[in-house]
């Protein structure tokens, strides 16, 4: 007999106490077992929020220790705060007894344009220099004054039918041509639109379409020439005209046709001319084989359709 039957026979205890006698037992364990859980858990959560945190100071070292770069510019890796344009340093250049630095100074105060009160200083500073016994000195001077007084009389200067005006600084100040920047001038702000790359050293010729909505670039180095079509509102460009050439000739004729890494194509071009207001026309002496062979040509570039013919010069005739 068991004890619980024993002890209900000879009535020493009621139904109701062994009932509660024997669940005690269970739900005491089920405390114990809850409660268990609850701290295991407890320490996970504590482990799993102190791994976070060492995570996130890692990482936050590792920021500081792996830095991300995404471009490198001339600017970033000079460490330094961008030098910004300084006017004053060019007014008081012009006070210099060196010609170079005069010669510079004029140039650059151009770039003042866009700030009122520099552009009407500068103006007045240069104006002495239109009689400068220096003639290169004075032709600067005249171009200067021309577009701070906002005159745009200067022959240097190209007037496009949206309005603006397009220009070069340090005019002809190499036998081979000015300044490779275009300048331009739009709604009176100036901008540099475009600086061309360390091969195109010097623009030697703005040439307008006769409608005025595109213009050809003329470039060279002292080894090669360049030709590039703008539409300038825009802001859409040809492929360079004088390499396309040489490679589309270079494929008709079969030549071990290479491109140079520095983009120097020992060719030249002459008689650029637009036949229509979509239609830049040139002839070429084209180089293959270190110049060992010569090709005279005759090039006909369409800006819209981006369609270029290359013929013999004396097939062409």
Not at 44 to 72: C, G, H
Not at 111 to 119: A, G, V, Y
Request: net charge negative; aromatic share 12%.
């Amino acid at each position: 007999m068991k004890s619980e039957d024993l002890y209900r026979e000879i009535g020493l205890i009621n139904e109701n106490l062994i009932d509660s006698a024997g669940h005690s037992g269970i739900e005491n364990r089920k405390k114990s077992f809850s409660k268990k859980w609850i701290v295991l858990v407890a320490c996970l959560v504590l482990y799993s929020s102190t791994a976070t945190v060492l995570l996130a100071t890692d990482y936050i070292k590792n920021q500081n220790t792996e830095p991300y770069i995404r471009y490198l510019t001339a600017e970033s890796m000079e460490l330094q705060p961008v030098t910004h344009y300084d006017a004053d340093k060019f007014l008081k250049a012009l006070k210099s007894d060196n010609n170079e630095y005069v010669y510079i100074a004029i140039n650059r105060l151009v770039e003042s344009f866009n700030d009122e009160s520099l552009r009407v200083k500068a103006l007045i500073e240069i104006q002495p220099f239109v009689e400068s016994e220096n003639q290169k000195i004075a032709d600067a001077a005249a171009f200067a004054v021309d577009i701070l007084s906002k005159t745009y009389e200067s022959p240097y200067i190209v007037k496009l039918a949206d309005g603006s005006i397009v220009f070069t600084l340090f005019n002809n100040y190499s036998d081979y041509g000015s300044q490779n920047v275009l300048w331009r001038i739009k709604d009176n702000v100036l901008e540099e639109y475009f600086h061309y790359s360390r091969t195109a050293m010097y623009i030697r010729k703005i040439i307008p379409s006769p409608d005025r909505k595109l213009i050809a670039v003329v470039m060279n180095s002292n080894k090669s020439d360049f030709i590039d079509i703008i539409n300038v509102e825009d802001r859409m460009t040809s492929p360079e005209l004088v390499e396309s050439a040489r490679v589309n000739y270079g494929a008709q004729k079969e030549f071990d046709t290479w491109i140079r890494i520095d983009h120097e194509n020992y060719s030249y071009v002459n008689d650029i001319v637009w036949t229509d207001n979509d239609t830049l026309q040139f002839e070429g002496s084209l180089a293959y084989e270190d110049t060992a062979i010569i090709e005279d040509v005759i090039v006909t570039y369409q800006f819209s359709k981006k369609e270029m013919e290359v013929k013999k010069l004396n097939e062409s005739r």
